[in-house]
């Protein structure tokens, strides 16, 4: 099976696509429907978070397992150390391996219930994502992505110190990283030209999600972690009653900020579904990352 990193080198920008594990059989339908209708535009791959809790993590397994079995497409999984034991984390991994995932992102987690409230490990578990990768990578030939922050994790104090852990991930194994949502394509590009400069060549991928409604904005600006561009808000509020025009101007948006990135060489634009597949086809249709027969 081909790795997220081999899927990466060809010379032509690629897309992946991200899902969430469905909560019953409804969401379980929608998520396939989606996935049906993105395999044949040949994403680079396809990953599907993890949540919090028990069912939702059976999920995740369940549906990887899935992907990886009845689909042409290449998993990736994530995997965090919230409330997990280093022995769970083992055994979850060791599910992966088993249904034939072998690229997963390894992230921390926030504290459930309150994204801001205090993080607590586990008492046998991991503190950082760092240890997580390592922890993959002692498990086997694992493709290891983690996450990066285009404007600083949350909790970082400032840009020097967050990109000094970004490059510990690295350097503990990581192949490449996925940034969280942003604005403008210039705020990933520093955050690319950060990690260049400390002397780290890994892929740095760029999140994107396509900003249909008004509610896809304030996802964005909640995950990005910083307020909107005033430009931007100028050009989708004063359509906050008119649907149809909202997201018209918000493919458009996005659409031009991919093509930034493009313009710039990144090798993938990693796009945020929601287990939906319309806007994804659109923006890559417009981008003409679809393979011609599809
Ligand atoms: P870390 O890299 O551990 O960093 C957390 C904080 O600690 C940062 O401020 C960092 O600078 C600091 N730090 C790191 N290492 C050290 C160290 N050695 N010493 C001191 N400080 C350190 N969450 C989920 O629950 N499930 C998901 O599936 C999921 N997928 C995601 C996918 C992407 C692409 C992104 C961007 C985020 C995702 N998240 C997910 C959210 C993520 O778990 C949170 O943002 C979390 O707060 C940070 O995770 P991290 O892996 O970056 O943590």
Not at 162 to 179: E, H, N, Q
């Amino acid at each position: 099976m081909t790795s997220v990193i081999e899927r990466l080198q060809g010379d032509a920008p690629a897309f992946s696509i991200e899902f969430f594990p469905p909560r019953d059989e409804a969401d379980e339908a929608v998520l396939w429907k989606a996935v049906r209708e993105l395999e044949p535009l040949d994403p680079a791959y396809m990953s599907i978070t993890y949540g919090a809790g028990g069912s939702s993590r059976d999920g995740t397994i369940r549906s990887i397992a899935r992907v990886a079995t009845e689909t042409t497409l290449c998993p990736m999984a994530h995997l965090t150390a919230v409330n997990h034991s280093v022995s769970e984390l083992r055994n979850v991994i060791g599910w992966y391996a088993a249904v034939g995932v072998r690229n997963i992102l390894a992230v921390r987690g926030d504290p459930p219930g309150d994204v801001y409230g205090d993080w607590v490990p586990h008492p046998q578990g991991l503190k950082y994502a760092e240890e997580l990768v390592e922890l993959v990578r002692s498990l086997g030939d694992f493709c290891v992505g983690v996450s990066a922050f285009p404007y600083g994790h949350p909790r970082s104090p400032d840009l020097e110190t967050d990109t000094k852990y970004l490059v510990r991930k690295f350097r503990a194994g990581a192949d490449f990283a996925i940034a969280q949502l942003f604005f403008e394509a210039e705020d990933f590009l520093r955050l690319r030209d950060r990690v260049a400069a400390a002397g780290c060549d890994a892929p740095v991928l760029p999140g994107i999600m396509p900003l249909t409604t008004l509610r896809t904005l304030r996802t964005t600006i909640r995950l990005a972690g910083v307020p909107a561009p005033q430009r931007l808000l100028d050009r989708l509020e004063p359509l906050a009653d008119d649907p149809k025009a909202f997201r018209a101007a918000g493919i458009d948006v996005v659409t031009d900020l991919c093509e930034k990135l493009i313009a710039e060489g990144v090798p993938d634009l990693h796009f945020y579904t929601f287990n939906r597949s319309k806007a994804t086809r659109e923006v890559v249709g417009r981008l003409g990352l679809v393979p011609a027969r599809a």
